[in-house]
C-alpha cells in the first residue's frame, strides 16, 4: 500500500472521524500529532503543507487533502473492498449523493454551530456566550436529524456510511452540553437510538478518547465544568444543564447591571 500519513490532533471531532475510518478500514497510516492549542497549526512546515492551518490533514504520496469530508471519500474510494457488502463509500449514485448531502450537513449546519459555541467558551469564558442562542440552534439541528431517521435507520440510508461517522464525532461533542437522552421520550428517540448504536461500535473508543481530551481543554480555557459529565445519569445531566444555564444567564445579567 502506499504511503499515508495523517497530521491529527483528536481534540478535533473531524479528525476523530478520520481515526475512526482509518481503524475500520485497517489501514498503516502514520500519525503526525499537531497540538492546536500550542499553536502546532501555524508552524512554518505545517503551513507549507496545509494554508488552511486546519486538522485533519491527509498526505497520500503525492496528493495532500485538508477536509475530513474529503478524506473520508478518498479513503473508502481507494481502500474499501469492493465485495464488502453494505459499504460505508456506496457504490449506486444516489446512495452516494445521500452520503454527500449528510457530510455537507455535518460541515455547513452541525459542525458549524458546535465550532460557533466552543470556539465562544474559548476566546472569552463560558460566561461570555449566548447559552440560550446556541442551544436554540444547537437543538434545531438535533430536530433536524430525528426528521433525516424517519427516512432511514442510518443518517445516509440503511446502514451506516461516512456520513454517519462523521457526524457521530461531532454530535458527541454537542452531546457534552445539550444531552440527547434528555428528550430521548419525546423530542429525539430515533436520534438517541441511532446515538446508542454509534457508540457501540468497536471503533468508537477512538472517539471517546479524543472526546475527553476535549472536555478537559475547554473546561481549561473556558472556566467552567461542562453540565453533561461523561459518566452522569441522564436526569442529572439534565439538571446540571439547567443549573448551568442559570448561572450563565445570572452571571451576564450581573454584567450588563454593571454596564
Not at 59 to 82: A, Q
Amino acid at each position: 500500500m502506499s504511503k499515508l500519513a495523517l497530521y491529527y490532533d483528536d481534540v478535533s471531532p473531524p479528525v476523530r472521524s478520520c481515526m475512526m475510518l482509518i481503524k475500520l478500514l485497517d489501514l498503516d497510516v502514520e500519525y503526525k500529532y499537531v497540538d492546536l492549542f500550542k499553536g502546532g497549526q501555524l508552524e512554518k512546515s505545517f503551513l507549507e503543507l496545509n494554508p488552511n492551518h486546519t486538522v485533519p490533514t491527509l498526505v497520500h504520496d503525492n496528493l495532500v487533502i485538508t477536509d475530513s469530508h474529503i478524506i473520508l471519500t478518498h479513503l473508502c474510494e481507494k481502500f474499501e473492498k469492493d465485495d464488502k457488502d453494505d459499504k460505508l463509500w456506496p457504490l449506486n449514485y444516489e446512495e452516494r449523493i445521500r452520503v454527500w448531502n449528510m457530510l455537507f450537513f455535518e460541515g455547513t449546519v452541525l459542525f458549524r454551530r458546535d465550532s460557533e459555541f466552543l470556539s465562544g467558551i474559548v476566546r472569552g469564558g463560558f460566561a461570555s456566550v449566548d447559552l440560550t442562542l446556541h442551544e436554540r440552534k444547537l437543538l434545531e439541528a438535533y430536530n433536524m436529524m430525528e426528521t433525516y431517521l424517519r427516512r432511514h435507520k442510518y443518517m445516509a440510508g440503511d446502514h451506516m456510511t461516512i456520513a454517519d461517522i462523521s457526524i457521530v464525532t461531532t454530535l458527541s461533542t454537542v452531546n457534552l452540553m445539550f444531552p440527547i437522552a434528555a428528550g430521548a421520550a419525546d423530542r429525539w428517540p430515533l436520534l438517541n437510538d441511532w446515538f446508542g448504536r454509534m457508540q457501540a461500535l468497536p471503533v468508537y473508543h477512538i472517539n471517546q478518547t479524543g472526546l475527553e481530551k476535549l472536555c478537559v481543554v475547554i473546561e481549561r480555557f473556558g472556566k467552567f465544568k461542562f453540565p453533561n459529565s461523561i459518566n452522569a445519569a441522564p436526569e442529572e445531566k439534565q439538571h446540571q444543564k439547567d443549573v448551568a444555564i442559570e448561572e450563565a444567564n445570572a452571571e451576564c445579567q450581573a454584567k450588563a447591571a454593571e454596564k
